[in-house]
């Protein structure tokens, strides 16, 4: 069995490196924790462990 990756909700305005090809416009999935939205307990918004 391979690794787990995670899956994070994306915040577009730290997301500088997207092109924002495959979802065109919005950010929705990022695999890179800095760029993701965090909840107000501080900790990242996780919406996928593949």
């Known amino acids: 069995m391979g690794q787990q990756k995670t899956l994070y909700l ?3 305005s730290k997301n ?3 092109k924002k090809i495959a979802c065109q416009i919005r950010c929705k999935l990022t695999r890179d924790i800095k760029n993701a939205k965090f909840d107000s ?3 990242p918004i ?3 462990v593949v």
């Open 46 to 48: 996780i919406k996928v």
């Open 10 to 12: 994306c915040d577009p």
């Open 41 to 43: 307990n501080g900790k």
């Open 16 to 18: 500088k490196e997207c």
